[in-house]
């Protein structure tokens, strides 16, 4: 069974950095899809970026265009989300979330991603 796991949310003020970091067990394919969605109080998920494994192909959402970064880590089966310039809009749940196989470019919908992370909190205060 896939397991995912992020980690590296917490509280920080406006401007602020954070680096989230989603571990996966077994292996990274080829194929295979990675997004970052985050969720705040009383709104519906939303997408923040995406990376497809096997050409490390990224996309982001527009609100989060030049201020965050995704990466990948195949060695240690981890995808991170640098974010820099944090403002308090982003302040939510943040998940993890992967679908393999997988041709062509991410999906941006979560509906489309089968295995989901628990999720990690990040606050930002002004």
């Known amino acids: 069974q896939v397991q995912l796991v992020e980690s590296g949310g917490g509280s920080v003020q406006t401007g602020g950095s954070l680096r989230l970091s989603c571990a996966a067990s077994?292996?990274?394919?080829?194929?295979?899809?990675i997004g970052w969605f985050r969720q705040a109080p009383g709104k519906e998920r939303e997408g923040v970026a995406t990376i497809y494994i096997g050409g490390n192909k990224t996309k982001y959402f527009d609100s989060v265009k030049g201020r965050f970064a995704i990466s990948q880590d195949n060695a240690k089966k981890t995808v991170h989300l640098q974010m820099n310039a944090l403002k308090p809009e982003d302040t939510a749940m943040y998940y993890c979330?992967?679908?393999?196989?997988?041709?062509?470019?991410?999906?941006?919908?979560?509906?489309?991603?089968?295995?989901w992370g628990q999720g990690t909190q990040v606050t930002v205060s002004s």
């Open positions: 077994g292996y990274f394919y080829s194929n295979e899809c």
């Open positions: 979330a992967a679908v393999w196989p997988w041709a062509g470019s991410c999906p941006r919908t979560d509906l489309d991603y089968k295995h």
